[in-house]
């Protein structure tokens, strides 16, 4: 040991110690498993992100969708209201022929009778 101890002094160069070729590639091997770790989580996250762009996107074109059939609703419902009035119902009646009874008629519903007519 003194004899190398010596001759290392001569040279410059010292002996390698036993544990620093095992402690390189146990700390390579942890920086590659933390850039694996940041890899794979950039890359979840990149796939998270798309995804919920493309629902976002979706749940979008579904509000446009679901406010104008809404919006027909309201107009279909509007046309029933305006053509369910007595005026229009009497404009249609007429226009199709149709014309008032001068006395009114009744159906007895127990007896199936017609009731007021002449």
Do not use: D, W, Y
């Amino acid at each position: 040991g003194q004899l190398q101890a010596a001759n290392a002094g001569r040279t410059g160069i010292r002996p390698a110690s036993p544990s620093a070729p095992a402690r390189h590639p146990r700390r390579m091997s942890f920086v590659l498993l933390v850039l694996g770790l940041l890899g794979g989580g950039l890359v979840c996250l990149l796939v998270v992100n798309t995804t919920l762009a493309a629902a976002s996107i979706g749940i979008s074109r579904l509000q446009q969708q679901n406010a104008a059939r809404l919006q027909q609703v309201q107009e279909l419902q509007q046309q029933v209201a305006t053509e369910g009035s007595p005026s229009v119902i009497e404009k249609e009646a007429a226009r199709l022929g149709m014309r008032p009874e001068q006395v009114p008629a009744f159906v007895n519903l127990r007896t199936a009778a017609i009731v007021g007519r002449r």
